[in-house]
């Protein structure tokens, strides 16, 4: 199901218009924009084309079926028992991000990110007079970790009030650890640092590892958390929902929604309703089903990355966004980002983008068609062949 391939271009996709691709960007390999090009879940559709059926769209609450559907959906699959009254919406996740800082740090607080990370997380912070601290990931044996040390370091300073936790990682595709989680919670409970964790890649994690939502980790974890979650990545309509956030402080919790109300934060859209309370009560074999797509997707990449000499892909634990690492080349960040575009055809997300930490490496989405990955690669592969020899 996932072969067909769909002409994206029917509607304004992001992942193809040219605001993203250039005006001359129709003949590349489309792999930025982070969506599917996947049909959304079946039992999606069908609940959409009955709402439209019914014809009449004035204003609506929210339908009884779709707060349990999202917390027996986390329960069923992670364990995790959210408190129905502990739920605020949110019209997206950039939106509840960006709340989170204006409610909770002052202006020229300082919140701490973990790059190469998710640009807009940068531009959310600049946009709103935040510090941005940086605490970089460690990359070692092809795989990225978090330097605790430095994030004790960096939490230790007391303007810096909060983190923008990546769970999983955007784009070094890491599922953290319950471990890892811990300790970074612990961390920031022991300065004061309210976590603040984006988990919108968390049901797109591939066999072998456990996403492990950071509020499940306890009571106190809970306590020092806003969980910002949302169906949009997992079930492919991100132009179609909304979000959600998890906080379980009373007076946070008080204080977010007094600012959802004041800014009325609170239509409903009946179209986005349908499509989330279908997704979560019944697109879970869809999800596995595009999962174990991914999954091959991932193996074809790394299969054929092996045949090709100056790049590496670092190992993904999930999400359909590889980290492809280009530094072997020994070209400028922007020499690299021209190179794939104009010799390999390729339009993918830059790795300068995450951060300085990114320079030299490529953000790939792999949610596309086996053929059309398997012609991106082939045209990666000649032009790799290519490829300017880095001096010694
Ligand atoms: C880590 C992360 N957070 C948030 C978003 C965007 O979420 P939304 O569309 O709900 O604002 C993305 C989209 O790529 C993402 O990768």
Excluded at 163 to 168: A, E, T
Excluded at 219 to 232: E, G
Excluded at 372 to 379: H, I, P, R, V
């Amino acid at each position: 199901m996932f072969d067909e391939q769909i002409n994206r271009r029917e509607v304004p996709a992001l992942k193809v218009h040219p605001m993203v691709l250039g005006d001359d960007g129709m003949n590349l390999f489309a792999g930025g924009v982070a969506d599917m090009d996947f049909r959304a879940p079946q039992p999606v559709l069908d609940a959409m084309q009955r709402r439209l059926d019914h014809g009449i769209f004035g204003y609506e609450a929210v339908p009884g079926g779709l707060m349990p559907a999202l917390t027996q959906w986390y329960q069923a699959r992670y364990g995790w028992q959210i408190e129905h009254e502990h739920i605020l919406r949110a019209p997206n996740i950039l939106n509840a991000l960006a709340i989170a800082a204006s409610l909770f740090t002052d202006e020229g607080d300082g919140v701490i990110v973990q790059p190469p990370v998710f640009f807009d997380f940068f531009d959310i912070l600049r946009e709103n007079g935040r510090t941005v601290v940086t605490n970089p990931l460690v990359l070692a044996n092809g795989r990225y970790r978090m330097d605790f040390q430095d994030l004790e370091h960096k939490a230790a300073n007391p303007r810096t009030r909060m983190i923008y936790l990546c769970n999983p990682h955007n784009p070094v595709g890491r599922v953290w650890s319950a471990e890892d989680l811990r300790k970074l919670g612990d961390i920031c409970a022991r300065h004061d640092v309210l976590v603040v964790s984006d988990e919108i890649h968390g049901d797109l994690v591939f066999g072998g590892a456990a996403y492990t939502p950071f509020a499940s980790l306890g009571p106190d974890f809970a306590a020092n958390a806003i969980t910002c979650l949302s169906p949009a990545k997992t079930f492919n309509i991100a132009s179609c929902c909304s979000a959600f956030t998890v906080i379980a402080n009373d007076d946070r919790r008080a204080t977010f929604q007094a600012e959802n109300s004041r800014l009325t934060v609170n239509k409903n859209n009946a179209f986005a309703n349908a499509a989330m309370e279908a997704a979560y009560k019944d697109g879970g074999p869809w999800l596995d089903e595009v999962l174990h797509y991914l999954q091959s997707n991932a193996n074809l990449v790394r299969a054929r990355l092996r045949g090709i000499p100056g790049v590496e892909l670092i190992e993904p634990d999930g999400t359909f966004l590889l980290w492809l690492d280009f530094r072997a080349l020994g070209l400028a960040p922007d020499d690299l980002t021209a190179f794939l575009r104009r010799k390999a055809k390729w339009a993918v997300t830059r790795g300068q983008a995450f951060g300085p930490e990114g320079a030299g490496f490529a953000r790939l989405n792999i949610a596309c068609t086996r053929a059309k990955l398997t012609a991106a690669l082939d045209s990666l592969e000649g032009a790799m062949e290519h490829a300017p020899v880095p001096t010694p």
